[in-house]
T-cell receptor, first 109, second 112 residues
Framework: GQNIDQPTEMTATEGAIVQINCTYQ??????LFWYQQHAGEAPTFLSY??LDGLEEKGRFSSFLSRSKGYSYLLLKELQMKDSASYLC??????????WGAGTKLIIKP | TAGITQAPTSQILAAGRSMTLRCTQD?????MYWYRQDLGLGLRLIHY???????GKGEVPDGYSVSRANTDDFPLTLASAVPSQTSVYFC???????????FGQGTRLTVV
């Protein structure tokens, strides 16, 4: 079956660094997406990885290892506004997105 | 810029009634999607359309129907609502399946 696993909740301190992990098992693979979703709002795009390695975009970076079925989202210099859910999604062989349940990130001052 | 718009924002619906959730995008995206989001579960695809005139079933299509008469509009219809369809519904669009998806603000539907 198809499965995306990510932690349900994480807590971090303002100004610190946090890494949110995601493992995936999908029928075929055409890339890995990360989205941010603030409570009561729509998801917004953060990153897309299809090749192995790290992609950096400002305070956010995303890493992919296709051989391990593993990705992580790295958030640096955490700000209170980063409190949100972070959704991992894998694009399968039919080009359909399979979504994880999301990781709720709580930032404490 | 409007992007992608859903209506209504929220609705309380009596079981057995029908309802259409509206979705319109002005980005000329080929692909459009309807998801439902329930607490503790990931977004689940209900129906999708890769281009105007075509539609496909997602993971949880039962009880829902869609149409794609033109590029901009992708309405979702519940023919006879049941309480298990209580959820937050998101419409999304993308230029292609491997590109960034843009989401509407969501419709919170409660079936009683």
């Amino acid at each position: 079956g198809q499965n995306i696993d990510q932690p349900t909740e994480m807590t971090a301190t303002e100004g610190a660094i946090v890494q949110i992990n995601c493992t995936y098992q999908t029928s075929g693979f055409n890339g890995l997406f990360w989205y941010q979703q603030h409570a009561g709002e729509a998801p917004t795009f953060l990153s897309y990885n299809v090749l192995d390695g790290l992609e950096e975009k400002g305070r956010f970076s995303s890493f992919l290892s296709r051989s391990k079925g593993y990705s992580y989202l790295l958030l640096k210099e955490l700000q209170m506004k980063d409190s949100a859910s972070y959704l991992c999604a894998s694009l399968d062989s039919n080009y359909q997105l399979i979504w994880g349940a999301g990781t709720k990130l709580i930032i404490k001052p | 810029t409007a992007g992608i718009t859903q209506a209504p924002t929220s609705q309380i619906l009596a079981a057995g009634r029908s309802m259409t959730l509206r979705c319109t995008q002005d980005m000329r995206h080929n692909a459009m999607y309807w998801y439902r989001q329930d607490l503790g579960l990931g977004l689940r695809l209900i129906h999708y359309s890769n281009t105007a005139g075509t539609t496909g079933k997602g993971e949880v299509p039962d009880g829902y129907s869609v149409s794609r008469a033109n590029t901009d509009d992708f309405p979702l219809t519940l023919a006879s609502a049941v309480p298990s369809q209580t959820s937050v519904y998101f419409c999304a669009s993308s230029d292609s399946s491997s590109s960034e998806a843009f989401f509407g603000q969501g419709t919170r539907l409660t079936v009683v």
